[in-house]
């Protein structure tokens, strides 16, 4: 299960001052959970909350070790106040997907080509219609970016190629003058 976490503070009001401090508003860390192509699973919680929640589905098996300790990480950033985004390619990087486009694989908590090309093939039925196309489009990016490093790739090599052939070019031609040198002395000495 891929989770998204999104972070912030809300004021929270007690009746009549009853916190610790005696004020009636204290702010309050929130997260909001999002699973990756489910636009209607997103729920809400107060961070400490799910912090006890988080922890009974480790123990259960419910959530791996990994996806625990990046809520954790997530949220000190959040603390640090670090922006931390999301990771990944800018949906908005790729010019075959219009703003449209990406309202929608956003509204479906998608804001990365990563994310999309990632999506599991039995999940894309749940998200609608054109779902498929856009996967489809975020694996030919993905392609071409491998296709366009086999071509960078096979650049370098040729560039090595063609300095080596220069230098042995050179080497030849100091080798023909070193022999001709030889011949010139030779017959100096000859006559």
């Keep these: 299960m891929s989770l998204i976490y999104q972070f912030f503070t809300e004021q929270k009001e007690y009746p009549l001052g009853n916190t610790a401090n005696g004020q009636r508003f204290v702010d309050v860390d929130l997260v909001k959970i999002a699973s990756i192509g489910d636009k209607n699973a997103q729920i809400v919680h107060e961070v400490e909350n799910y912090r006890g929640i988080q922890k009974r589905m480790k123990d259960n098996g419910m959530l791996t070790k990994q996806e625990f300790d990046r809520f954790n990480y997530e949220y000190d950033l959040f603390k640090q106040g670090t922006p931390r985004g999301f990771e990944g390619t800018p949906l908005s990087n790729i010019s075959v ?79 023909v003058a070193f022999k001709n040198s030889q011949l010139q002395e030779a017959k100096a000495k000859g006559k």
């Design 97 to 175: 997907f219009s703003k449209a486009d990406i309202a929608n694989l956003n509204s479906y908590s998608i804001f990365s080509v990563e994310q999309l090309r990632d999506i599991p093939d039995s999940a894309l039925h749940n998200l609608g219609n054109g779902m498929v196309q856009y996967k489809q489009k975020a694996e030919l990016y993905f392609k071409q970016m491998t296709d366009d490093n086999a071509i960078v790739k096979a650049i370098a090599i040729n560039n090595n190629l063609v300095a080596e052939n220069e230098e042995m070019k050179k080497q030849i031609s100091e080798l």
